[in-house]
């Protein structure tokens, strides 16, 4: 069984600064995704990578301030996100699958997720 743990969250100040760790334990996987959700709200894809060609792929809400990407060695996946904004506030999630060519897709596609991670911004 995968397991994902993510670790980064906390409480920032729109403007601020905090980086987002994914761990994978067992296996490289082709596409790896950051979502995030807030209540009463669907969960929605921030960005992707795909492992096998470094291809990103960003929401436009995020495009220019987050940054996604992978530590080979240490099987981690990351997401730094800068200038934040209170509208980023949400539960981040990272997630994993091994079986698409197109990493970009709707949650429900990705079969591994980690548990959650909560980011804070206030204005």
């Known amino acids: 069984q995968e397991q994902l743990v993510e670790s980064g969250g906390g409480s920032v100040q729109a403007g601020g600064s905090l980086r987002l760790s994914c761990i994978v334990s067992?296996?490289?996987?082709?596409?790896m995704g950051w979502f995030r959700q807030t209540p009463g709200k669907e969960r929605e894809g921030v960005a992707t990578?795909?492992?096998?060609?470094?291809?990103?792929i960003y929401a436009d809400s995020v495009k220019g301030r987050f940054t996604i990407s992978r530590d080979n060695v240490k099987n981690t996946l990351y997401l730094q996100m800068n200038s934040l904004k209170p509208e980023d506030t949400a539960t981040y999630y990272c997630?994993?699958?091994?079986?698409?060519?197109?990493?970009?897709?709707?949650?429900?596609?990705?079969?591994?997720w980690g548990q959650g991670t909560q980011v804070n911004v206030s204005s």
């Open positions: 997630a994993a699958d091994w079986r698409y060519t197109n990493c970009w897709r709707r949650d429900d596609d990705y079969y591994y």
């Open positions: 067992n296996y490289v996987y082709k596409c």
């Open positions: 990578i795909d492992t096998s060609s470094s291809k990103t």
